[in-house]
C-alpha cells in the first residue's frame, strides 16, 4: 500500500490549504483514511478521519467546524480542506490507512504516507 500526500506549504492566519491523499495497493472498501498531525517534541494527534465505504466522519475537536475531510472514491484519494488556519495548525499532516475500527490511536492504524509540512504564520 502506498499513500503520497501533497498540497502543504506557507500560509497566513486565516488562509485556507488543501490537502490530497492518493492511495493505491488495495481495495479500500473496509478501510477508512484519515489524517493526522505531529509537531516537534509532540505526539502524533488525530485530526480527521473518513470511513471510505460508508463516508462517516470523524474529527477532532481543535479542528472542527475548519476542516472538512472528503474522498473521491473514483480517485482512490482522500482530502482534506482546511480553512481559517492558525498558527497553532502549524505541523506535518501525514495521511493514514487502517483496516480496522476507525480510532483516534495512531499506532492502530495500518499504513502511513510520507508527511507534508503545513507552515501558518501568524
Known amino acids: 500500500v502506498q499513500l503520497q500526500a501533497s498540497g502543504g506549504g506557507l500560509v497566513q492566519t486565516g488562509d485556507s490549504l488543501r490537502l490530497s491523499c492518493s492511495a493505491s495497493?488495495?481495495?479500500?472498501?473496509?478501510?477508512?483514511m484519515g489524517w493526522f498531525r505531529q509537531t516537534p517534541g509532540k505526539e502524533r494527534e488525530f485530526v480527521a478521519g473518513i470511513k471510505w465505504t460508508a463516508g462517516h466522519i470523524y474529527y477532532s475537536d481543535s479542528v472542527k467546524g475548519r476542516f472538512v475531510i472528503s474522498r473521491d472514491k473514483d480517485k482512490n484519494t482522500v482530502y482534506l480542506q482546511m480553512n481559517n488556519l492558525k498558527p497553532e495548525d502549524t505541523a506535518i499532516y501525514y495521511c493514514?490507512?487502517?483496516?480496522?475500527?476507525?480510532?483516534?490511536?495512531?499506532?492502530?492504524?495500518?499504513?502511513w504516507g510520507q508527511g507534508t509540512q503545513v507552515t501558518v504564520s501568524s
Open positions: 493514514a490507512i487502517t483496516v480496522g475500527v476507525l480510532t483516534f490511536v495512531p499506532v492502530e492504524w495500518d499504513w
Open positions: 495497493g488495495r481495495t479500500f472498501d473496509d478501510d477508512s
